[in-house]
């Protein structure tokens, strides 16, 4: 034999070892893998198990006081106290989404979508679950009703809840519970048959710039 036919003969014999040692009986097991990090990557695959973790869940929660993107945090807690004590602050604070046209629209939409069927188009209690019966207790917005509420008591009713009303936190983003705070003040200025114009100008006293973050240290002194 010459040198070519020999070296023919054994890239056969090779070629044919590595596709003989490649394909296994067993069709559930992929055999031989020359380069298995292509096919089977460092990654978890979702809710897989993993040996990582003490509790074997690949599934992580974030780390404790993440906070996600565009989010502001609001550190008042659900007492009554901290409650009360968003009805002194009469003003929005200055992290609050600015009053204006757009974004009274907007919190005409989002009131449309999440508090309407309980407080009503005007505001004034009669949604569909108090008038199907379903709901009672429902307050209308009006200054006679609601003589004390204030931007901040109403950001923090519809984040934390109250009574029957539960929390909105986890379904409205920050900015947004203001722009509906702007909505409730407009509708209540409809109902008390003031000018919903004001509302969205805002008077002096509303444009005093207030903090969350004063507002949490209060609050969580109160409650010490
Ligand atoms: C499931 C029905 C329901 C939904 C939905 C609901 N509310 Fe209420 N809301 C109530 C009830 C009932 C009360 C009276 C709570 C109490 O004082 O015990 C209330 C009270 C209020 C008050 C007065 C709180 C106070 O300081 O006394 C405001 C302001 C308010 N809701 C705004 C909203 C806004 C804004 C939304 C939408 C994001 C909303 N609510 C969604 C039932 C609801």
Not at 112 to 126: A, I, L
Not at 131 to 142: M, R
Request: aromatic content about 8%.
């Amino acid at each position: 034999m010459n040198r070519t036919l020999k070296l023919f003969v054994a890239s056969i014999a090779v070629f044919s070892m590595v596709i003989g040692t490649s394909c296994s009986r067993d069709k559930s097991k992929p055999g031989l893998e020359y380069m298995p990090d292509m096919y089977r990557g460092p990654q978890l695959n979702t809710y897989s198990a993993s040996g990582l973790f003490k509790d074997s869940s690949s599934a992580r929660l974030p780390e404790e006081g993440t906070v996600p993107r565009g989010y502001t945090t609001y550190n008042v807690p659900n007492t009554t106290d901290a409650y009360l004590a968003t009805l002194e602050k009469k003003a929005y604070p200055s992290t609050a989404a600015e009053m204006s046209e757009s974004n009274l629209l907007e919190g005409e939409r989002l009131y449309t979508r999440f508090c309407v069927n309980c407080h009503g188009v005007k505001g004034d209690g009669n949604g569909n679950l108090m008038e199907s019966g379903k709901f009672a207790g429902v307050p209308s917005y009006d200054s006679q009703r609601l003589p004390d509420i204030t931007p901040m008591s109403i950001f923090h009713v519809i984040t934390h809840g109250k009574g029957v009303m539960g929390a909105h936190a986890a379904q409205i983003e920050t900015q947004d519970r203001w722009r509906i705070a702007q909505y409730v003040l407009a509708l209540r200025a409809e109902l008390d048959g003031d000018d919903a114009a004001d509302v969205v100008v805002g008077d002096d006293e509303s444009s005093m710039a207030e903090d969350v973050a004063d507002d949490s240290e209060d609050a969580s002194e109160e409650n010490a």
